[in-house]
């Protein structure tokens, strides 16, 4: 059956089988990893696999991972978020003039042909962002495009990241949904970019990921055993620490050693890079004992601070004290650079009321004593907390 229904689709809507012709049943479509850029035969499970009549389907089937969305449990609706609804739909048997729009589920019940789309088109594909990226790149493609670098693109990559990580702070919406498109462009670019200078290409960055999550999870993938979030963490540091040792060994004696810090960028916030030091330090048993000990430790570095003599000592001092109150945090589950991103805008909310209650009463901020703008503080904090 399938070669006849192969040889209509070629007939009356010009496949051509060199292109690649995906061949889906209808029951499986939710967990097919459909490209809308390729030619696709969907097709009723029976007639793929032919048996006794009445012979039911294995179990329900699972939404492919990352597309069960909006569209997780409705065949039609998955189409049509992956298709533009004016695209057309042959259908076998049938006259033509069926689109994706006007599809319905009893046109499931035979087979059914998609012609691909351009593939700027097939806007939830996966492979839509690297087709238009190397597009841009062409000589008759966007000029700025063609003028980026790897250089030039580091701080969209940072502002882009900034952007993500504001978004995240409402959790998941539509706009965290848009940072993050925004966010899988700097990546498409980069591997476009490297693809051109012949290095490595967007299949070489999904692999290296892949191949890295799986060799660092042996308790999902292999026989290792990890009870606790704390017994993953562990491993984890294990593993890193492994590879380490081989990178060395290939890297020869005389090549320096790596540390176990040696991953966290300079170019990350001060805060977050601190955490991150002091909990990896941590997973590979280098803390204290109890939190007891660290805020201890908070006491005697305020004391250094107060005692500095010179600028360069209280400099010092000042970071060893930032440096322990993020332990701090650590110890606490608090992450460091959002509350002091928390405490900003808390900062900045309270000083504009305060600006407003001086405007009010007709006065400059710089005029008014502590005590006046103590007292206009106080009024901006109670205000807050009564909203």
Not at 227 to 237: I, K
Not at 280 to 302: M, Q, T
Not at 306 to 327: H, I, K, M, P
Request: with cysteine; glycine share 6%.
């Amino acid at each position: 059956m399938l070669d006849a229904l192969v040889a209509e689709a070629r007939l009356r809507w010009g496949l051509d089988p060199a292109d690649g012709v995906q061949v889906v049943a209808a029951e499986r479509l939710l967990a097919s990893p459909l490209e809308p850029s390729r030619p696709v035969l969907i097709v009723p499970l029976p007639a793929l696999r032919p048996g006794p009549a009445g012979t039911p389907d294995a179990g329900a089937v699972e939404p492919l991972p990352g597309r069960a969305g909006p569209a997780s449990s409705d065949a039609i609706a998955l189409i049509r978020r992956l298709y533009p609804v004016e695209h057309p739909v042959g259908v076998h048997g049938a006259a033509d003039g069926t689109t994706v729009g006007s599809l319905d589920q009893d046109d499931l019940s035979g087979p059914i042909y998609l012609p691909p789309v351009a593939p700027e088109l097939a806007l939830a594909g996966p492979w839509a962002m690297p087709w238009i990226s190397a597009r841009l790149r062409q000589p008759d493609g966007c000029p700025w495009d063609r003028e980026q670098t790897h250089s030039s693109l580091r701080k969209h990559l940072l502002e882009e990241a900034y952007e993500v990580y504001d978004a995240l702070e409402t959790g998941a919406t539509r706009e965290l949904a848009g940072e993050l498109g925004d966010l899988w462009l700097q990546v498409v670019l980069h591997a476009q970019l490297a693809a051109e200078a012949g290095v490595f290409d967007l299949a070489d960055v999904q692999a290296a990921i892949a191949s890295k999550i799986v060799r660092r999870h042996p308790h999902v993938f292999g026989d290792s055993e990890a009870r606790t979030a704390s017994d993953v963490n562990r491993q984890w540091e294990r593993i890193k620490a492994d590879e380490r040792a081989a990178a060395a060994d290939e890297a020869g004696p005389d090549a320096e050693p790596k540390s176990a810090l040696d991953g966290i960028s300079p170019s990350m916030p001060a805060l977050a890079a601190s955490q991150e030091m002091q909990e990896r330090a941590a997973n590979l048993g280098y803390d204290w004992p109890s939190i007891d000990g660290v805020l201890d430790k908070v006491a005697e570095e305020a004391e250094e601070l107060r005692q500095a003599a010179t600028d360069a000592e209280r400099s010092e001092e000042f970071g060893d004290l930032l440096f322990v109150l993020v332990n701090v945090a650590r110890r606490r589950g608090i992450e460091a650079e959002a509350a002091v991103r928390a405490a900003n805008d808390k900062f900045r909310r309270r000083f504009a009321s305060v600006e407003r209650a001086a405007a009010a009463q007709g006065v400059a901020l710089r005029d008014l004593d502590f005590e006046a703008l103590d007292a206009l503080w106080d009024a901006a904090k109670a205000e807050e907390k009564s909203r």
